[in-house]
């Protein structure tokens, strides 16, 4: 990307990440707070598929902060120290995708990725018109509520989908959601819901809503092949830009490895065009929602 070019795009490549897990998981709440940096506890029901954008850093030196975050955002092993360092990264928030007209040196070193996120409906209703757009994706998040263990034992079945739809190098990441309702560090298995049932309090609520520990879903993760495990919640925003950055780093290192064909649609990842101005889309501007929350 030329900084003397008044016609190039602000983005050096186009990813598309498809969002896919059961209903109610929070993945257009997770959409939403990446694209638009904020969170509606009540909006629509997806039906089909919703589009949203975000360009962001990819490779260094942005990568490198990309990694003290991750090793301070580990779930299952939490520091102090890291935790304080994390919530300093978290402030600062991923940078301004830079502008075409006016980009400076440091933007020219710096490659940048426009995230195009195709938002997909989790009812049963809908699975035959939403894996249709797994085709051509580059990468995935793989959406479950920590709180719904339901939700966990689905992602098995969301995955055979994808591999069977997508292409074989798709870049795919567990994100167990909803973190903001768990009050422990990810306490392993059976003791999860102990301590759940331990904190309900007599009205029935409970302060700790936990049903899938951190060690049971990166084992699942590990076991089954994908990238790695990161807990989020589109509530505080915590996680949000980690878990989509890994995938955006993970398609990066692909790229220059040669892994993608950036003139073959189906690899799911290409280049800047003539004439392509990296225009933020915003979720809705495609598809319609209507009735009942996420």
Not at 59 to 75: D, E, F, Y
Not at 123 to 133: A, G
Not at 143 to 156: G, M, N, P
Not at 184 to 212: I, L, M, P, Q, Y
């Amino acid at each position: 990307m030329s900084s003397s070019s008044t016609s190039s795009p602000p983005w050096d490549y186009i990813a598309k990440l498809v969002c896919i897990g059961d209903s109610g998981c929070g993945k257009s709440s997770l959409t939403i707070r990446l694209c638009e940096g904020r969170f509606s506890p009540q909006h629509d029901v997806t039906i089909g598929v919703e589009f949203g954008s975000r360009i962001v850093p990819v490779g260094p030196p942005h990568s490198k902060t990309l990694l003290l975050q991750q090793s301070a955002s580990s779930p299952s092993n939490p520091n102090p120290e890291q935790q304080q360092q994390q919530q300093k990264t978290a402030a600062a928030g991923l940078p301004d995708p830079p502008r075409a007209n006016n980009a400076d040196a440091a933007d020219a070193a710096q490659k940048h990725m426009k995230l195009s996120l195709w938002d997909t409906a989790g009812q049963e209703t809908y699975k035959s018109v939403t894996r249709s757009y797994f085709r051509g994706a580059s990468g995935a998040l793989l959406v479950f509520d920590i709180s719904r263990r339901t939700t966990f034992a689905h992602v098995t079945d969301w995955l055979n989908d994808l591999r069977q739809i997508a292409e074989p190098d798709i870049v795919v990441i567990l994100v167990g959601n909803k973190a903001d309702l768990a009050s422990d560090d990810g306490e392993d298995g059976e003791a999860a819901a102990a301590a759940a049932a331990a904190a309900t309090s007599a009205d029935g609520k409970s302060g700790n809503k936990r049903e899938v520990s951190v060690r049971e879903a990166e084992e699942w993760a590990r076991n089954n092949g994908v990238l790695q495990y990161v807990e989020t919640s589109a509530k505080s925003g915590a996680g949000v830009e980690l878990a989509f950055m890994k995938v955006a780093e993970r398609i990066f290192d692909n790229i220059n490895a040669g892994k993608y064909d950036l003139n073959d649609r189906r690899s799911g990842v290409k280049g800047p065009a003539p004439g392509m101005a990296g225009r933020q889309v915003r979720l809705g501007e495609q598809s319609k929602s209507a009735g009942g929350c996420c």
